[in-house]
């Protein structure tokens, strides 16, 4: 279950107009690589050790790629590639690389079969509300401090929305008649 915690932001492009609350997703620290490959291996044949290796292989072979300026495709997870920003230059000739191309990345596309199995079987839960540097942990904590009564709820929703947004259901019924 992907956790959320609301979050009360401006709009950049609209700085005089009022605040509203955002959801934002909580992440969680990653797993070592000892804990998720035990975690992987497990019911397999493969061995732990055998997968901690292989991922370090890919690691090596990675690196190597993409600084060959090669596209790598990491199995059905999806691809890693290159991309940077340019100034631009009206004279051809004096284009220079060196003082020219900045902020290059590294870019991870998950593949289609990864962001669809994914993202349509997301479901979230209200992780809290975050306000001012002060951190409640359920909306009915939030509620509670400030004295409000009444509006949303702490129940999770489901989600399976690409789009990242409505998938919750953090209103009562009365809000959205479509729950």
């Known amino acids: 279950m992907q956790k959320y915690k609301l979050v009360k932001r401006g709009n950049p492009s609209k700085p005089d107009a009022p605040k509203k609350w955002y959801a934002i997703p909580v992440s969680y620290e990653a797993q070592s690589v000892k804990v998720m490959t035990r975690a992987a291996t497990e019911n397999t044949t493969t061995a732990p050790i055998e997968l901690e290796g292989s991922l370090e292989l890919l690691g090596e072979y990675a690196k190597q790629q993409l600084l060959q300026g090669h596209t790598v495709r990491v199995g059905n997870l999806g691809t890693l590639r290159i991309t940077f920003k340019s100034a631009g230059v009206d004279d051809i000739t004096t284009f220079n690389a060196g003082q020219m191309i900045r902020e290059p990345r590294i870019i991870f596309t998950p593949s289609k079969e990864l962001r669809d ?63």
């Open 117 to 179: 199995s994914v993202v349509k079987n997301l479901q979230f839960q209200n992780g809290g509300v975050l306000e001012d540097g002060v951190s409640y942990t359920s909306l009915s904590d939030y509620k509670r401090a400030k004295g409000i009564t009444g509006g949303g709820s702490d129940n999770p929703g489901s989600g399976g929305n690409p789009g990242g947004s409505g998938g919750g259901n953090d209103g009562d019924q009365s809000e959205n008649p479509l729950g």
